[in-house]
């Protein structure tokens, strides 16, 4: 393995401390929380936006802590929930008058760090409520995850939240916004190459030369086969025919369209993917009002890509369209 790594059991504060002070106007650092939060927060007159989720996942989602995107993001370990004690503190800490929203990927750890966390804040007195995030359509259910695991459209639904959080709507409001986008929102994803976490120093599977892992988690975890490595064209064909049969997205629909880098995939390559999901689009009658192209939700150093579909309405691309000003400028 060959990392920037100096102690494997302090990537994670390391990064977290680099990123605080390479934005020291605007994001404040809670070591002990592995908390990212803005130093403006909470604000009295919007709802605190929060996301947790493990780390490894970058700019996911310490780095879109910002104005119009998170109010403070939780991580835990490398690809582990935070522990409940981090949700809980973060809650107390963001507590503003009109509430808190927590952001959760649909695993079974973030499910229960995230639950317990929510009632120990409203126990003291914190007006808290959650939106679970399960974009990803390979799975219904695995061993991570209690239904579909919450992926790359994820950010969709933050930057949805953060622009209705923003202009001042209230909790109640927020979580509609959010699970309505999340309802329109479809992901699929496809590795070529396993993640190496640094705590463990060698890859997370083997995959041979000739084969990729589609419908992959962001884990590393199993998707719904492996496959022979195939070309570029090929692959998006079959994310799209997955992404865009499940809702499904038809003929005269208008849609965000994002490829999503897992962390090891040159942005030339993503490119190419985006060039025939278009095209593939375009044939069913499927017009792109919105496009993402980059690393948004990543898995460490995975070749690999994912495919996201969003349907959008004015309401949507409105607030998908409203300004944001974070630490990575992904939105």
Known sequence: MKKFVNDPQQFVPEMLEGIALANP????????????????????NKVSIVQGSGSGHEPAHVMVVG??????????????????????????????????????NNYTGDRM????????????????????IDDDVAVKDSTWTIGRRGVAGNFFVIKAVGAASERGDDLEEIVRIGKK???????????LTACTPPAKGSPLFELGDDEMEFGVGIHGEPGRER????????????????????????????????????????????????????SQLAERGITVGRSYVGEYCTSLDMAGASLTLVRLDDEIEELLNAPADVAVRVF
């Open 25 to 44: 106007d605007t994001l404040t650092y809670v070591p002990e929380y592995n908390l990212i939060m803005r130093t403006d927060a909470p604000n009295e």
């Open 113 to 132: 760090a995230f639950d317990m966390g929510k009632e120990m804040a409203e126990a003291d007195g914190v007006k808290t409520e959650i939106l679970m």
């Open 181 to 191: 986008v999340n309802s329109v929102t479809r992901t699929m994803g496809v590795a």
């Open 67 to 104: 104005k119009g995107m998170l109010d403070a993001a939780c991580p835990g370990d490398v690809f582990a929930a935070p522990p409940m004690d981090y949700v809980y503190e973060t809650a107390k800490r963001l507590a503003s008058p009109k509430g808190v929203l927590l952001l959760v």
């Open 227 to 278: 496959r022979a490595l195939a070309s570029a064209d090929e692959i998006v064909d079959d994310l799209l025919a997955a992404t865009a049969d499940d809702l499904p997205f038809v003929s005269g629909d208008r849609v965000a369209l994002m490829i999503n880098g897992l962390g090891g995939t040159p942005i030339s390559e993503l490119y190419i993917l985006y060039r025939r999901a278009h």
